[in-house]
Nanobody, 121 residues
Framework: QVQLVESGGGLVQPGGSLRLSCAAS????????MAWYRQAPGKQRELVAQ???????KYADSVQGRFTISSDNAQNTVALHMNSPKPEDTAVYYC???????????????WGQGTQVTVSS
């Protein structure tokens, strides 16, 4: 099995900065994609940013230019650097990974437990 453990959530003021981290552990042969999703109360879970093992990144329009996703393939970690957050960024943020546990096996999707981010003055 694979576990994703997030850290770094909390309260941040608008215009401040916050860094979320996620570490994957367990039976991992390779990770092809890691991402951050978020879900605000009453809304659907949405993609915030993703990065492939080849370092190709994709961002939601709402965070483009403010958030940066980075990853360490050797450490199986991903981080989300949140700059100039806005109140509408308030949500539970979830780490996500697509993992192969064996070289000849299929890929599986895994989720972290989520970490609350609240943007408020």
């Amino acid at each position: 099995q694979v576990q994703l453990v997030e850290s770094g959530g909390g309260l941040v003021q608008p215009g401040g900065s916050l860094r979320l981290s996620c570490a994957a552990s367990g039976t991992i042969f390779s990770i092809s994609n890691m991402a951050w999703y978020r879900q605000a109360p009453g809304k659907q879970r949405e993609l915030v940013a993703q990065v492939t093992s080849g370092k190709i990144t994709k961002y939601a329009d709402s965070v483009q230019g403010r958030f940066t996703i980075s990853s360490d393939n050797a450490q199986n970690t991903v981080a989300l650097h949140m700059n100039s957050p806005k109140p509408e960024d308030t949500a539970v943020y979830y780490c996500y990974a697509i993992v192969k546990m064996r070289y000849d096996g299929p890929s599986y999707q895994f989720w972290g437990q989520g970490t609350q981010v609240t943007v408020s003055s």
